[in-house]
């Protein structure tokens, strides 16, 4: 399958740092993303996790490939029980008072069917969830 990328947009009311804060420090990663044993915001660290979905347990690997704080991450993101790769990026954009978060996912290997939602219908219905609050 060969999918196109997917992105999701969010404008946040907090200066830029809180929101990289956000989605780099460890413990405010475990309040809306994945519990992650360890996660650094740094170019070769590898990271794993899991989820369950329907009684079924996937584990994540992961493998972050860029960090320019306070502006982009990315990482790869493969599962072990099946084949392909996608690289999942984080870029913040300085607009201010209200810093704009875009994640983009390219290789999606996952079928999505996503129409006119606000960002936080959209990501739910990916299976990913924004931080509400940073």
């Not at 599962?79 to 209200?98: A, N, R």
């Not at 990916?126 to 940073?134: D, E, F, Q, S």
Request: overall charge neutral; some cysteine.
């Amino acid at each position: 399958m060969n999918a196109q990328p997917f992105v999701i947009e969010q404008t946040y009311n907090w200066p830029i740092e809180k929101v990289w804060s956000a989605l780099t420090d460890n413990e405010k990663l475990k309040q809306w993303y994945f519990k992650l044993d360890d996660f650094k915001p740094e170019v070769g660290f590898a990271f794993r996790f899991s989820g369950t979905d329907k009684g079924v347990t996937f584990w994540h690997r992961c493998v972050v490939t860029e960090a320019t704080p306070p502006n982009k991450l990315a990482h790869t993101w493969t599962y072990e029980e099946f084949p392909g790769e996608s690289v999942v990026t984080w870029e913040l954009f300085d607009e201010g008072v209200k810093p704009a978060l875009s994640l983009l996912i390219q290789g999606w290997r996952l079928s999505l069917k996503i129409t006119h939602h606000s960002p936080q219908q959209a990501s739910a219905k990916a299976g990913l969830t924004l931080p509400a609050k940073v």
